[in-house]
């Protein structure tokens, strides 16, 4: 008999090491374990197995069936846009490629909600960017820009941009954001001294929503993501 653990203790571990072990290859796509082969290895009830299976399912990334057992699904099948998943997924060996590809994502996605947020943002909203933009500028020529302080800002910034855009689709992908924000931090590929000029399109942002000027406010925040991705070229 396995040595059962109390399902909140266990339960989120569980699902961090299966979900890396799919994500990393150590389980391939169609590979197959039974829910007691689970229970065994993890030394949990069956309930807590279940529970880590069903949200596993839910991202795409398994399916369990009756006298089969749990099948690892492709990367095809996978909900690539869920933030769990995306932290798995910057874990492994190709984590430069997901970071890759997620600013390619937000190349898409953070010009048009700068757009729309000069738009349709009210004028708290332009002064709030503008305070967050600041204190990046603060934090960043102290040489803090590696520290959590400095990532909390950001996240706060770009969380507050989506939902400046007015459009709830938009808004809904912040998690995405703060994902790869949290990883290039995670990895090293945050600098403590930022150059100016991320600090100078950050508030360029702030100050074209505040003026109402679609066009300007674009302009900035793809140039905050293509500084982003020229880093990324460079490694």
Not at 50 to 65: A, F, H, P, Q, W
Not at 97 to 118: C, F, I, K, V, Y
Not at 180 to 205: C, I, K, Q, Y
Request: without cysteine; charged residues 25%.
């Amino acid at each position: 008999m396995p040595n059962l653990s109390p399902a909140p203790v266990l339960h989120n571990s569980i699902l961090e090491r299966l979900g890396t072990e799919i994500v990393q290859g150590v389980r391939p796509a169609g590979s197959v374990i039974t829910l007691a082969q689970l229970e065994d290895e993890a030394g949990v009830s069956r309930t807590v197995i279940r529970e880590v299976v069903r949200i596993l399912e839910s991202m795409g990334m398994v399916e369990s069936r009756r006298r089969v057992g749990v099948t690892v699904l492709p990367a095809t099948s996978w909900s690539v846009l869920d933030p769990q998943l995306i932290r798995w997924r910057l874990t492994g060996a190709e984590r430069l490629a997901q970071l890759h590809r997620l600013t390619e994502m937000r190349l898409a996605l953070e010009p048009t909600a700068a757009r729309l947020a000069a738009r349709r943002a009210t004028a708290e909203v332009g002064i709030e960017l503008l305070e967050l933009a600041s204190r990046l500028r603060i934090l960043g020529e102290a040489g803090r820009g590696h520290e959590q302080p400095y990532l909390e800002t950001d996240i706060a910034f770009h969380a507050l941009l989506l939902a400046a855009s007015g459009n709830d689709m938009i808004a809904s992908l912040h998690g995405i954001v703060t994902e790869v924000l949290a990883s290039r931090t995670d990895l090293g590929l945050s600098p403590a001294h930022p150059v100016a000029v991320a600090f100078d399109n950050h508030e360029g942002v702030a100050r074209a929503i505040m003026s109402r000027d679609e066009n300007l406010a674009e302009q900035y925040a793809r140039a905050v993501v293509m500084e982003v991705w020229q880093e990324l070229s460079d490694l």
